[in-house]
C-alpha cells in the first residue's frame, strides 16, 4: 500500500475544502467567539491553517516542545494572510510527503512539554492525527460561521447552502 500517496491525496482534499471555507472567511469577525470558553474566530482560523505544516515538521523532526519555543502560532490578521498561510503550508506538507519514504512513516514523533513527553505516535498516527484536527477544527469554524449567518460551503457534499458537490 502506498500509504504516502494516500496521504498526498487527502491532504489535497482537505486543501481544497478548508480553502472553500477560508475564501468566505468573514472581516471584521475575528475576535468572535460563541462562548467565553471557545477560541476566538481568526485565531481557530489561523490554528487550521497551520496544522496543514505539521506532516513536514513531523516528517523532519522526532519531536515538538512546546516549553523550548519550538512553536510560536502565527498572529494573523487577514483573509489574504489566512490563505496565503494555507498556500505555503499546504505546499509544504506536499513537498515533505514526496520527499518521504513509506518507512519514515514507522518512525516515532512526540508532543512535549518541557521534556515531558505529552502524546507519542508514529509518524503516521501524527500525519493521521493532524488529518484528524484539520476536519475538527473546520467543524468548529463552519459553526461560528453558522452562527454569524455565513453561508457554509459543502465540505464531503452539500451544505444546506451550497447543494452541488
Not at 487550521?48 to 494573523?76: R, Y
Request: hydrophobic share 30%.
Amino acid at each position: 500500500m502506498d500509504t504516502l500517496s494516500q496521504f498526498k491525496d487527502e491532504l489535497e482534499t482537505e486543501y481544497q475544502t478548508t480553502r472553500k471555507f477560508f475564501e468566505v472567511y468573514p472581516e471584521g469577525k475575528n475576535d468572535y467567539a460563541p462562548h467565553e470558553k471557545s477560541m476566538k474566530m481568526m485565531p481557530l482560523a489561523t490554528h487550521i491553517s497551520e496544522i496543514f505544516g505539521w506532516p513536514d515538521v513531523m516528517l523532519k523532526t522526532s519531536d515538538l516542545d512546546f516549553a523550548k519555543g519550538d512553536f510560536q502560532p502565527k498572529h494573523l490578521s487577514t483573509k489574504e494572510d489566512l490563505l496565503q498561510t494555507l498556500d505555503e503550508n499546504f505546499k509544504s506538507a506536499q513537498a515533505a510527503l514526496d520527499n518521504a519514504k513509506e518507512e519514515n512513516l514507522n518512525d516515532t514523533w512526540a508532543l512535549k512539554n518541557n521534556g515531558h513527553e505529552v502524546a507519542k505516535w508514529t509518524k503516521y498516527g501524527s500525519i493521521r492525527h493532524s488529518l484528524n484536527q484539520i476536519t475538527h477544527h473546520r467543524a468548529q469554524l463552519g459553526v461560528y460561521y453558522r452562527l454569524n449567518d455565513i453561508p457554509l460551503p459543502g465540505s464531503y457534499g452539500p451544505s444546506a447552502d451550497h447543494q452541488s458537490f
